[in-house]
Each structure stands twice: as C-alpha cells, then as structure tokens.
C-alpha cells in the first residue's frame, strides 16, 4: 500500500472543519483519559482511568445492535505488569452517542498518525467542495454507518471499536470521485519509500481493493482493525457523492498554489 503524504490540489478556502477534526482526534487521544474521571474514585490508578475512559466511550456492537447499555459497577484491567486490577466505576453510557464519541478515540500513536494523515491529506478538498456544514454532516453520517455496520457483521461481540477510519473512509470515497485525476504525493514502500505523484484514482481505489481483500475473512481482520467499516464507509461516502454531486465535478488547476 502506498502512503499519501500530500495532493497537487488546492482549495478556494481554509479547510477549518478539517482541521478542527485533526485537533480534536489529537487532544482526545493525549489529554481525554486523564480528563475522564467521571465516575472513578479519586485513588483510582491509572489504568482504571484509561480503560474506563475506552469503555465508557468507545462503541461496542453487542450494545449497537441490541440498543442496550447496562450500567458499569466495576470492570477489570491489567497494569503495566500484567497484575490483574479490579477498577470500580460509576457511569452511564448511550449506545447510540458512542457511534459518534468512538470516531474521536484512538487505540494507538500509529492509529491516530494514520487516519489524521489520511484526513489532512483529503479532507480539506471534500470540504471544499460540499462546504463546511454538509462536510461535518457527512463526516458523522459515514462514522455513524460504519460503525453500524461492522457491529451487524459482530452482533455479540463485545470489543470495543474505536477510530475515525470508518468516516475518513467515506472521505476518500467522496475525494475519488470528485478528484480521481488529482496528483497525489505518496511513499511508495517496495521503492524504498520514494516520493511519486501518482494519480487519486490509483491511490485510493487500490487502497479500497486492499481493505475488501482483508475484509473479506469478516468484520476483524488481523491487528483487530474494522476492515468492514472502512469498506462500507468508503462504499458509502462513493455512493452519496455520487448522488448528490452527479457529474459536478472539478479538474485541479494545477497552476495554482496549493492552500493547506
């Protein structure tokens, strides 16, 4: 898979909604668990806090498919020895709003560096073209749908799923169709990495192939990522461009400079 680093197209207009979804992923992902004390002792150790804080706000498909959250007493987890430590807990959770906080968690430094750079990369052009407002809508719908979906392919497990892939993907299903001829910058890994501009209908329709290909063992694949939310969200994001946009679309002016 090639690694997008930049696109040869730009924008009428500061991507704001792009780059406050950048933001806010960043200060979720660093600062939220140390936030989240919300029903916690205040002796709590800290692992109870980070696990409460993914437990509390990550989607999790046996509670999205059954529309049923029971209340948290008390949960366990292990400290950075192993040691089993029995964490209690006092909150309550929403099923249907954990679809959305779950866009905004991450399980790892490499999670969130990849999806922003995917974001950073595509966003700002989408969001160029369908305005602000319609992008954060759209944005949330293809999260909401995506988690759905993966948690009907997962009805009784009980993982929590995390990331904003699912919604980033319906990005790039949106950025394919409205740009397929934009060049874009990536890494090439069997070239030692060499920097190619490469056209947006090779990146990402590959980059699509590689996701239903993994998708295809079902809803996990290896590493536990969604691999089927991030099909149906780009499947989805495709669709509704499509609908929406028709055949409105626009060839990059590659004379100008681009706007980041």
Not at 161 to 188: M, T
């Amino acid at each position: 898979m090639v690694i997008p680093i930049h696109d040869r197209n730009p924008t009428k207009r500061f991507a704001v909604v792009t780059y406050v979804l950048i933001l806010l992923n960043i200060v979720v992902y660093f600062f939220g668990p140390s936030l989240s004390s919300e029903g916690l002792p205040p002796d709590a150790p800290r692992i109870c806090s980070e696990e409460a804080f993914i437990a509390h706000y990550a989607a999790v498909p046996r509670e999205l498919t059954q529309n049923r959250v029971e209340d948290v007493t008390a949960f366990r987890a292990r400290d950075d020895n192993g040691r089993a430590v029995v964490c209690e807990a006092d909150y309550h959770k929403s099923a249907p709003l954990s679809a959305l906080t779950s866009m905004f968690l991450h399980g790892g430094l490499l999670h969130l560096l990849g999806n922003m750079l995917f974001l950073f990369v595509f966003g700002n052009n989408v969001e160029d073209r369908l305005g602000r407002f319609k992008f954060l809508l759209f944005y949330l719908l293809i999260g909401y749908t995506a988690a759905y979906a993966f948690a009907f392919t997962q009805p009784d497990s009980d993982a929590p799923l995390v990331g904003a892939s699912g919604a980033i993907a319906g990005v790039l299903g949106a950025y394919l169709w409205l740009f397929p001829k934009a060049r874009v910058i990536a890494l090439v890994p069997f070239l030692f990495f060499i920097p190619l501009p490469i056209p947006a209908w090779a990146v990402l329709s590959s980059w699509f192939i590689l996701q239903a290909v993994y998708a295809n063992g079902g809803g996990l694949g290896e590493g536990q990522v969604a691999y089927v939310a991030h099909v149906v969200g780009f499947a989805v994001g495709l669709i509704l461009t499509i609908l929406f946009i028709g055949n409105r679309r626009e060839v990059p002016d590659r004379g100008r400079a681009p706007t980041r």
